[in-house]
């Protein structure tokens, strides 16, 4: 296992308002003091400040609303706030959505990221004195890897395939990071994460949607025969295995993150109508989607072995855990589902 090597003093984190990114922000700021973060977020719909309501105060967070493709923006919190790490998470994210309006996908996961690590590497030439003490991570995705069969595993030697506009983009902006790292020498990591799921994540994704569905008795949605595998992993663990690759990765490596929990959405969907004692007829077949892959898989030997990270939460842990958080926050969940969310930042922020 690798000792610390990086102890950021100051983050930026873009799409810091997310699930992942606020998750992550609110791991930072309680148990890895005396890290600041730097939290720019454009507030798409999928960002929402609500997710760190009770972080709007806190000496160490600081919240600026901005697009990551305003290189002027980026460069100046950079020198600002001395920011020694960018963990990048800012990105469409919603396959559907990405085979509906492609061009956005392409714009702020494209180039978005270019103009982000345009910003980062010029601030690096300003820098001299301290070049080795920054680290740019990239939040990535296994569904760059394309569609596994029934065996075999995603390594980090994979070759990338992806089959839709937000796994191309994705690709894409992992292949920008790659090529800053070999031709500029940029430090960049990379990691490429399984499904997550877990508190405050958008209910337009599979595992909130389904519960706040199950809840009002409405149709479970569930695409083609249900048969479509993916490798859960709960969003607590993935924060802890993007500080270790931040702070003991290797610079320039790619590193999977998995959470050992196969399950078909039809194995997940009949968890949470069990959980919530809800009758399995909820459960409704639609045509199944473009592209759908059939199966992801990952293997996570390399973080595993190399920085001593692995899994602390079983799915089924983990899905009770998130099955309590959503019963619990129906006031959320209206707020986000009605739009009213979207006030959150006029009426408590103020873009500093």
């Known amino acids: 296992m690798n ?30 003091a005396p890290t600041r973060v730097i939290n720019l977020d454009v507030l798409t719909y999928a960002g929402n400040l609500e997710n760190l309501a009770e972080y709007r105060d806190h000496p ?31 990105a469409e994210s919603h396959v559907d959505r990405s085979i509906v309006g492609p061009a956005i996908f392409v714009q702020t996961n494209v180039a978005g990221t270019l103009s982000l690590l345009h910003a980062a590497k010029e601030y690096c030439a300003r820098r001299t004195t301290r070049s080795d003490g920054f680290r740019f991570l990239q939040v990535g995705t296994d569904e760059v890897y394309g569609s ?36 500029f020498g940029l430090p960049t990591l990379i990691t490429r994460c399984s499904n ?23 149709p479970l949605p569930v695409y083609g025969d249900g048969l479509n595998v993916r490798d859960w992993l709960y969003v607590i663990d993935h924060c802890t295995a993007l500080w270790g690759v931040l702070t003991r990765g290797q610079i320039g490596n ?5 959470g050992n929990n196969e399950k078909t959405n039809l194995e997940v969907v009949r968890s949470i109508l069990k959980a919530i004692g809800k009758p399995e007829s909820l459960i409704t077949y639609v045509k199944d989607r473009p592209g759908h892959d059939r199966r992801y898989a990952i293997d996570a030997k390399r973080i595993m072995s190399e920085l001593g990270w692995k899994p602390s939460v079983t799915f089924e842990q983990g ?25 959150y930042y006029s009426s408590m922020y103020e873009n500093r």
């Open 3 to 32: 000792e610390a090597t990086f102890q950021p003093r100051s983050l930026l984190v873009t799409g810091g308002a997310g699930f992942i990114g606020a998750n992550f922000i609110r791991h930072v700021l309680d148990t890895h």
């Open 60 to 90: 160490r967070h600081v919240f600026v609303k901005g697009d990551i493709a305003d290189f002027a923006l980026v460069s100046r919190l950079l020198d600002e706030h001395a920011i020694d790490g960018v963990v990048h998470f800012a």
């Open 148 to 183: 596994l069969g029934a065996t075999g595993f995603f390594t980090e030697r994979t070759p990338l395939d992806p089959h839709s506009p937000y796994s191309s983009s994705k690709a894409a902006a992992d292949h920008l990071v790659s090529a800053y790292f070999h031709t």
């Open 196 to 218: 997550n799921y877990g508190p405050y994540q958008f209910p337009e994704k599979m595992i909130p949607l389904m519960i706040n569905n199950a809840r009002h008795d409405k």
């Open 254 to 258: 790619v590193y999977n993150i998995g």
């Open 319 to 343: 899905l009770a855990r998130t099955i309590e958080w959503y019963m619990a926050q129906q006031a959320w969940l209206d707020r986000v589902t009605s739009g009213a969310y979207k006030n």
